[in-house]
């Protein structure tokens, strides 16, 4: 695909990601928003997200995200990027009546969704796959800097198991703009708030091993969460803290979303396919990283999750 040519006859271009965004589908569509206004000057181009987490505030074109989804006319393209039209949130309808759908997303989970799929689930972030699709000459150095961004955020620091050498050496070529890389590492990944410390302490200290030690869950219910005053994009990185103790097969953290229903985070190792199990739960993403959401009380979703994480510890695969 040639986004540019698919563009070309457009005058107004949306850009849309999926609900609760992370640092690859914020730097993904700031980083599109940018490429496309820069080289069609001529079209109306706006980025749609639900406010993202203040730490990429510092990603240009994040002030003019529009996080009212105030569109009034619909669009001749609109793009779903990091996912597929059903995790959109409140931009599903703009992609739905769009002239031309186009989406582009690294999710095994995700069939496609638009009029033209670019959809690599081998590609560790969604920024990996707009770098393939940027025309080299055409990058500069806030471009640069969102791609990084989403690309560090999704692979850990190139750490997960989703960095490849292609990885490394589109990040080599991001770094060559120049922007201040080890402050962004520290400030939008590493970096906690007081609260968010606090709240992370206390999921770790309330966690419980189950199947033999090699599964853990933590929950944090909406009262905790209003007692802290935090919200779900200050819970990032809990559940890989999780994942980093000794013996840990399979990590679950789950924050209350409402009356008996919980938003589910997994992180697996080898052993356990997350992407499967969060599909049984209609939910989806990658092998080692994935989510869903679930009904019932803490206990219910936890055994009905421990069926599904069993049967895959102990190598029975249906
Ligand atoms: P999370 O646990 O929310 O950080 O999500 C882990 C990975 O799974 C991310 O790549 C998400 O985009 C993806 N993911 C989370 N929830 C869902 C869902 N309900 N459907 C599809 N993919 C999801
Ligand atoms: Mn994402
Ligand atoms: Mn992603």
Redesign the pocket.
Known sequence: MNLLEECRSAKRIGIGG?IRP?GDCVGACLALGRYLKKELPGAFVKVFLEKPADVFQEIAGFEEIDSDFGAQEPFDVFFALD?GAD?LGEAEDYFANAGKKINIDH?V?NSGSGDINVIKPKIGSTCEVLYDLFEADKLDREIAMALYIGIIHDTGVFQYSNTTPDTLKKASALIAYGFDFPRLIQETFYQKTYVQAQVMGRALMESIRFLDGRCIVSALDKKTMEFYNVEPKDLDGI?SQLRNIKGISCAIFMYQTGTLEYKV??RTDEKVDAAKV?AYFG????VR?????MRGTFHDCVNNLSLHIEKQLNGENS
């Open positions: 999926h992370d996912c995790r999710h989970s559940v985070s997994l969060a939910g989806g993403g990658h990283a994935a989510g869903c959401t």
